[in-house]
T-cell receptor, first 116, second 111 residues
Framework: DARVTQTPRHKVTEMGQEVTMRCQPI?????VFWYRQTMMQGLELLAY????????DSGMPKDRFSAEMPDATLATLKIQPSEPRDSAVYFC??????????????FGPGTRLTVT | ELKVEQNPLFLSMQEGKNYTIYCNYS?????LYWYRQDPGKSLESLFV?????AVKQEGRLMASLDTKARLSTLHITAAVHDLSATYFC???????????FGQGTRLTINP
């Protein structure tokens, strides 16, 4: 049963600390997305990668957020320094793009981040 | 700017009743998705609609797409409590892989 996995599932940290979230996409998928979900803003795309290359990170605050794919099985989202307004659920999703594009995006369980 | 708007945002209904959730969007797209999210859980893909007039059904849920009207609907037939969840529509921006989500419709089905 192929699934997107994310770690940690929950993270509580103090303002100013560095936070790293990890995602393992479904094996064979070539596109990875990072979303943030909050009550106020809903679901927002932060960044996405295709074949490990960043295609769009326009939704991400560049001064404190960074996203990378060190290899095809790992995507990371880092916040440094973290702020209380970063508190949200961060979802990773993966898909397989061929030709016209992927049929579906499969979402991981999310990382619930609380910054105090 | 692409906007995806769902209506209603909150819906409370009785078991056995029928209802429709609407998803309007502001620009052309080649793909529309419906997702379900249970409280504290991830998003589960329900339907992918690829073309004008597309209709897909799974159990008590049926989704349709009218690209000329820029409207998709999710129809619930004879609702049961297990369908209580938040439902999102999402639009794929043409030429890109990114999705833009609607605000979500929180559906509560009362026995």
């Amino acid at each position: 049963d192929a699934r997107v996995t994310q770690t940690p599932r929950h993270k509580v940290t103090e303002m100013g600390q560095e936070v790293t979230m990890r995602c393992q996409p479904i094996l064979g998928h070539n596109t990875v997305f990072w979303y943030r979900q909050t009550m106020m803003q809903g679901l927002e795309l932060l960044a996405y990668f295709r074949n490990r290359a960043p295609l769009d990170d326009s939704g991400m605050p560049k001064d404190r957020f960074s996203a990378e794919m060190p290899d095809a099985t790992l995507a990371t989202l880092k916040i440094q320094p973290s702020e209380p307004r970063d508190s949200a659920v961060y979802f990773c999703a993966s898909g397989l793009v061929r030709g016209q594009g992927s049929r579906e995006q499969y979402f991981g369980p999310g990382t619930r981040l609380t910054v105090t | 700017e692409l906007k995806v708007e769902q209506n209603p945002l909150f819906l409370s209904m009785q078991e056995g009743k029928n209802y429709t959730i609407y998803c309007n969007y502001s620009t052309t797209s080649d793909r529309l998705y419906w997702y379900r999210q249970d409280p504290g859980k991830s998003l589960e893909s329900l339907f992918v609609l690829l073309s004008n007039g597309a209709v897909k059904q799974e159990g008590r849920l049926m989704a349709s797409l009218d690209t000329k009207a820029r409207l998709s609907t999710l129809h619930i037939t004879a609702a049961v409590h297990d369908l209580s969840a938040t439902y999102f529509c999402a639009l794929r921006i043409q030429g890109a892989q990114k999705l833009v989500f609607g605000q979500g419709t929180r559906l509560t089905i009362n026995p």
